[in-house]
């Protein structure tokens, strides 16, 4: 073994790797649970490691905010990102122009633009700066490059896509733990890279059914009913998920109205001086009515974040029709106006932080006095609802 000679000094450009990584740290959101919440780190190692959590997180933002196969986004190249003016010129749109493969003709697969949220946006723009020494290296274009693990480094390395099995390892085995995932009924819950795509298309399909035209031609299916019976091949069939999700929501949410012992809103008040079963369990008797109501009446509830629609179309202070509430004027101060309304305890945490929101931003210096006339309104409305929560009021006002 061959010692240094006296006097031999370090190499500097270790040194100064050195002196970087000394003086990096890497952070999460506060308040996230997460042991690199503002952690030094101190190895290359260490940096390959967050390195490759922000690729895992970049997926998944992807695969949830535009529901594309994993074939469309590994397929995603520099650049992708397109902005398309509004016709009036107002604003623009941004969209995430790659190929799809599953349904192409041809092994190139076929042009197609999805619409890119903000968040998108952002990844995509992380990607290209995570990635572009690999493709620098390798000659590609693809963003979602990976180093493959043989222990080679330099020209040697081999650059390439990774394999499905590879994401959904690394999705369950690295990503899971580092956020901190939690169970689903006291059992892990195993991640794949289809559920951003099933996640998506049951959001849209939930929240309004004539949204399916759009979602067909954000998907690029051919027809509409690909999007509405069953997709392409192994894709799940949307129709019959979202109707059942849908009955087995519904069917839980009036037993939940029903027996509630605090019940708020319009609606609400009005349930809870009639409901022959307040305050009890979920037993046969409450079950039986629930079935009959569904089964023989035209009853229909919707459910959002902040309480129940009871819907009637006469009533509806959103404006809703015939197929059920208006999604565009549905709000928490329209629903707080509806004879329709109802919200139970479940939903407290909501008007909770909505008040606490409000409350944050009128102690802003800076606030205008119309924003603080909108956050004294809204600060008003969750004081309401929280009160008669608290206090199980009966009153009928408007019922």
Known sequence: MTMPCQGHQPDEGR???????????????????????????????????????????????????????????????????????????????????????????????EAHRWVAPAPVERAILVMERLTARLRAQSGRSELFLVMASTGLVGPAARINLPVVSTIISRLNNQFAPFIGLPDHEGEPWHLNTHQGRKTFARFVGKRDRTGLHALQAHFGHVTRAMTDRGYVGTDFALDDLIDRHTREETRAALEEVLTATTLAGKGGRMIAARSQFRGRTRDGDVQAYVRFLMEETDLRLGVCDWGYCVYRVETAACFGDEKGPNPVLRTESTCLTCANFAVTARHRPVWQARRDRNADLLAHPGLDPVSRRVAETRIVECDRILGELDHGKDGRDGA
């Not at 042991?35 to 940096?47: F, I, Y």
């Not at 970049?58 to 905010?65: E, N, Q, S």
Request: overall charge negative; charged content about 25%; hydrophobic content about 35%.
């Open 15 to 109: 040194v100064r790797r050195d002196r970087r990584d000394q003086e990096f740290t890497f952070s999460t959101l506060s308040g996230e649970e997460s042991p690199w919440h503002e952690a030094p780190v101190t190895s290359t190692k260490q940096v390959r490691y967050l390195a490759d959590r922000i690729y895992d997180a970049c997926f998944v933002v992807i695969a949830y905010l535009v529901g594309a196969r994993v074939s469309e986004i590994l397929g995603l190249q520099v650049g992708c990102i397109e902005q398309h003016p509004a016709s009036d010129g107002s604003e623009s749109f941004a969209y995430l122009a790659g190929q799809i493969y599953k349904t192409a003709r041809g092994v190139d697969g």
